[in-house]
């Protein structure tokens, strides 16, 4: 295939079993179809996947994906989608992460990096344009993965060839279902990831290199980025500059929409307690930002007896606070700083942990300590989870596991969507979001379901969604899966007057395509359907796109959505509708038809 | 005018909003039954100008704020009517998290 300015025109594929490495080229317009980040990899997990797999077994691939922007002078754009079979969920799984390790590891020269396989002990893999080869982890085994990152850069970089590095905790090495792959403390952070990189027994991955990719049109490029950056400091993102995103929880909770107590309320009394000026206590926070980034959203919180600080964002905020029903900010602070060095995703592990305190409360199980406000017993389950001991063995495997094994009638209270644990925003109070939940086809998720959007908007009342949601959801998840493959950062949605003609115009000067936003839209739906197909292919049925039963059978009783609950046939109807706007069969399958017309036969 | 009262419409600021008017709620409006959401807007930035400089364009919201009535329906249009004993109440259009 000749090659398309923007990339380096194929893919790595490592076997860590044998310890080898091919190139493989793309084939004709995949790209163009597929364009990167979590759309491209769609395509390379469907096709590196023969079969239904284990997703920690040998033959389950690790994906590790760049995009055409990185390495642009466009803001935002150095990210990179990690992607696998869920071990969590059972079903296709893309994670994002930023800043330095897209940049170098689009520097190796490939557009993706493919692991299968497993090593025979713990290992770091170094890729560079010269090669793979495959080091000892042995001396890092049982690090955190910010401990594993520095030690790897620091032996690596001794040659001065600017080595990034991506790691896993100890939960990953303990293949927690929702442990993270982390870099430079920047999370790919749900369905578990990093269990995955631990079944390989690859603690680390680090990347280097001096091969640049061409752009289409530089002088055009330059000065929409410089553009772009100058809309990146207005009024869109200002919230994100100044307060970062936990400021959401005291409007969440205004609204009665602050998931608390495991979903039992969507008001939590003592939300002003964990207020960003509470969560300062006697100093600053601090700012940063990731690589090539100019909003600057990372809000870094000082830690109570300690130098150091944790990055606060208000989905570790609301899990390991109201959730728990924790008010103390410093154990919040804590937690979320345990989560950080363990490698956990925070939004399951305050979710399993929520879920095992109710349980705790109804007597279903006999857990010291652990009910909901004690901020000791929370600090003390995330280690337990982390090294997978005692009960924190059973809430490793996430919450619909747990209530498999408490029974007791506790999956009607275990908070996720097909495995998947809820994000913070509570599915009565937004109904939209609701539906993004139930048909996502990675489980409950607000990254690539952006429809807390339209309840945030005029075109619905937000607790009584009627037909009038579904364009809208369709069109948001539209806008996330593009902005997830091109890959920006969803803070710049603002920025657009035209979402899709502003990234239109954004690949025209990388790619040098003429992409029409009428092309965009047609691959945006290309790829959600590839991840349905893909999710068919592991065992999908229909009955997995919904909510658990209490966001039907329980009423919320206090706050400014009391009254609100879900009507079970009223979701149904709206993803059927989903599902025909989809262009697939009612219950969710996808036609041969549909499929020759996107491609994907 | 300022400070809670039973008349009047309380306008209530979160985020941005509540940063550049310093201050996490206004009533305006006393002594008014009815009005338009726009003047509900102009007469709390004629209390507040660090709200008028920023989050306000005349009687209109700027972008990136959003205006929701009683934390039930979001709105930015100024022509919405609002009661006496209504909430206003201010916040920041985009609620990702």
Known sequence: ?601 | MSGETANGVTVEFFGIARRRAGRTRIVVCEGTESTRLGDVLLAAAAELPGLSRECLDGSRLREGYLANINARRFTSDPDVLVQAGDHVLLLSADAGG
């Open chain 1, 1 to 601: 295939m000749a090659s398309v300015p923007g990339y380096h025109g194929g893919y790595l594929r490592i076997d860590l079993t044998d310890r080898t490495s091919q190139r493989v080229v793309w084939p004709e317009g995949v790209l163009r179809r597929f364009i990167g980040g979590a759309g491209l990899g769609a395509w390379v997990l469907r096709h590196e996947t023969a079969g239904e797999i284990d997703p920690l077994g040998d033959q389950a691939p690790l994906v590790f994906v760049f995009s055409p922007l990185v390495g642009s002078p466009l803001t935002t754009s150095a990210k990179f989608a990690v992607l696998s079979k869920s071990p969590l969920t059972g079903r296709i799984n893309d994670s994002l992460s930023s800043s330095h390790f897209a940049i170098a590891g689009k520097r190796t020269g490939h557009d993706a990096i493919v692991i299968v396989g497993s090593a025979e002990g713990p290992t770091t893999v170094v890729v560079t344009p010269d090669g793979v080869r495959f080091e000892s982890a042995e001396s890092e085994w049982g690090l955190s993965s910010r401990e594993t990152g520095e030690r790897v850069k620091q032996r690596l970089n001794a040659a001065g060839e600017g080595f990034q590095v991506a790691a896993i905790g100890p939960a990953g090495e303990r293949l927690v279902r929702y442990a993270t792959i982390s870099h430079d403390a920047r999370h790919a952070g749900r369905g578990g990831l990093g269990a995955v990189m631990g079944s390989k027994r690859v603690k680390a991955i680090a990347v280097a290199g001096d091969r640049r990719v061409e752009f289409a049109d530089p002088g055009r490029l330059l000065e929409i980025s410089k553009d772009l950056s100058k809309r990146s400091l207005g009024p869109a993102t200002a919230k994100y500059r100044e307060l970062g995103t936990v400021d959401n929880l005291v409007t969440f909770n205004r609204l009665g929409s602050l998931p608390t107590r495991n979903f039992q309320a969507g008001v939590f009394e003592e939300a002003a307690s964990l207020a960003p000026e509470s969560l300062e206590a006697d100093r600053d926070r601090t700012r940063a930002s990731c690589a090539a980034c100019t909003i600057g959203c990372e809000h870094i919180f000082p830690l109570a007896d300690s130098d150091g600080g944790v990055r606060m964002e208000y989905e570790n905020l609301f899990a390991l606070g109201p959730l728990c029903g924790v008010s103390d900010p410093q154990s919040v602070l804590a937690a979320s700083h345990r989560c950080d060095e363990l490698g956990l995703d925070t939004i399951s592990t305050g979710a399993s942990i929520a879920f095992a305190m109710e349980c705790a409360e109804r007597g279903l199980v006999e857990i010291p300590g652990l009910r909901f406000g004690e901020g000791e017993a929370l600090l003390r389950m995330i280690d337990d989870i982390g090294h997978r001991r005692d009960w924190g063995d059973m809430l490793a495997d996430g919450t619909r596991a747990a209530a498999e094994r408490i029974g007791g009638g506790s999956h009607a209270f275990a908070p996720h969507v097909k495995g998947l644990e809820i994000p913070g925003y509570e599915p009565r109070a937004m109904q939209a979001m609701a539906l993004g939940f139930a048909v996502g086809t990675r489980g409950a998720d607000h990254n690539r379901s952006g429809a807390y959007e339209v309840d945030f908007s005029p075109d619905v009342d937000r607790i009584d969604a009627g037909p009038e949601t579904i364009e809208p959801v369709v069109r948001v998840e539209d806008e996330a899966v593009l902005m997830d493959s091109l890959i920006l950062c969803k803070f710049l949605r603002g920025v657009f007057e035209d979402r899709v003609a502003g990234m239109a115009e954004l690949l025209k000067p990388v790619t040098g395509w003429d992409v029409t936003s009428e092309e965009l839209i047609e691959t945006a739906g290309r790829i959600v359907t590839a991840k349905k197909v893909y999710n068919i292919a592991q065992g999908w049925t229909p009955s997995e796109d919904t909510l658990p039963p209490r966001f039907f059978e329980e009423t919320l009783v206090e706050g400014e959505s009391a009254g609100a609950r879900l009507d079970r046939d009223q979701l149904s109807a709206q993803v059927e509708a989903y599902n025909l706007l989809r262009g697939w069969t009612a219950e969710g399958y996808v036609t041969d038809e549909r499929l020759a017309e996107l491609g994907l036969a």
